[in-house]
């Protein structure tokens, strides 16, 4: 895997793969039509599952609630939950080894990577949220060569590779025997982090580490802060909302292959945590996780948690957890149906959603506008890093988020011309 022009990780081996590809290397993409979906995956892991719900999958209960002891919930962006289980994982033996993302020193290329942590203490180095481009087989190759068992934490593309590829090799299904997944709006280009410099005046080769959720209780949950920590130990902080990429869901810098999938809460992990954005929640500045688990294990394991006081956490229904994450069901369901839509005499992505277009007409602009600024906002940034001027994209970048807030938000005359208009455009 290499980086693209995009900030993006492609293959970057013999491009042989592509132009004469084998069907073991078609069903091991999560996005190939020959691959197995996600429906499948869940039914052959989670048969005996309690329930199946159309946009959370098959769970036998979803949470919402924080971990209660030690330091887990500081130290997480949201409640801790992702943290206190891979490391209950590894403090009972059920695992040697958890692959997790952490930091890593820029010279080696990037700012974060896989990497598998075997204890406690280098776990706890990669906890946060970490909005980088990364991927999976350097450790896939470690758990190869390693025996043992492990436990992966990923989005739910990774997971879905991840169970791809244990379904072709029998070691990996043998030695891989949790998978613990994060909701995910989309992965965002390595570009973000240096548009982020440039807008806190900085240059991005004096980037050392970057927290893209500093927390801070005395402030609502959502209310994100980035801070960069410079080579010297300097430190620069910005809000998100005063920074031009900062609107997640507007798409600045979102990976094309984001368009295409319909899983939010990753529904072929054995447990998935994502933040509980619905009041009162979203604005306890301690964080609060809702938790989706599939597997009697993690059920097992969940419920001794609760029992213990070790985890505070309130059972809720599968609207509840859809709820929370609304803004993602709307991405990879309405939109993902009228995206589908476009693609025609083209080759169009198998997925679980029918293509529709069928929609108000703000509902169609605002799915134009996010396309329109994914594709953009990585050519305006790469014409303002050639020309050496970053006001370029901040400016350009302002000016369509500006046109993407008018359609989005119910106020000034944009707004109120839909609402003139009435439901049909709407």
Known sequence: ????????????????????????????????????????????????????????????????????????????????????????????????????????????????????????????????????????????????????RYAVVGIPCFIKAVHLARRQHPLLRERIVHTLGLVCGHMKSRHMVESFAWQMQTRIEDVQAVDFRVKDATRPANWYRAKLTHRDGATRAQDWWHLVDGDWGSGFFQNRACDWCDDVVAETADISFGDAWVEPYSSDGRGTNVVVVRSRAMLDLIEQGCAEGRVTLKPVDAAFVVETQAAGFRQRREGLAYRLSWRHGAIRPLKRVTPGHDLPIRRKLIYRGRHAIARGSVALFRAARRLRRPALFIGGGRAMLTVYQALTYSRGRLGRLFDWLGPAAR
């Open 1 to 148: 895997m290499g980086w693209d022009a995009e900030g993006q990780l492609k293959p970057a081996g013999d491009p042989a793969w592509r132009t004469q590809p084998s069907l073991d290397f078609a069903t091991l993409c999560p996005f190939s039509p020959h691959a197995a979906n996600e429906d499948v995956i869940a039914a052959e892991c989670f048969s005996h599952a309690a329930a199946v719900d159309p946009a959370i999958g098959r769970f036998h209960r979803a949470y919402v609630g924080h971990a209660e002891e030690g330091q887990y919930r500081e130290r997480g962006s949201s409640g801790g939950m992702a943290g206190w289980v891979a490391e209950e994982l590894l403090r009972r033996g059920l695992v040697d080894g958890v692959a997790h993302v952490a930091p890593v020193d820029p010279a080696e290329g990037a700012l974060f990577r896989y990497r598998i942590s075997r204890n406690v203490d280098a776990l706890r180095s990669g906890a946060k949220s970490r909005y980088y481009p990364i991927e999976l087989s350097a450790i896939l190759r470690e758990i190869l060569a390693i025996p043992g």
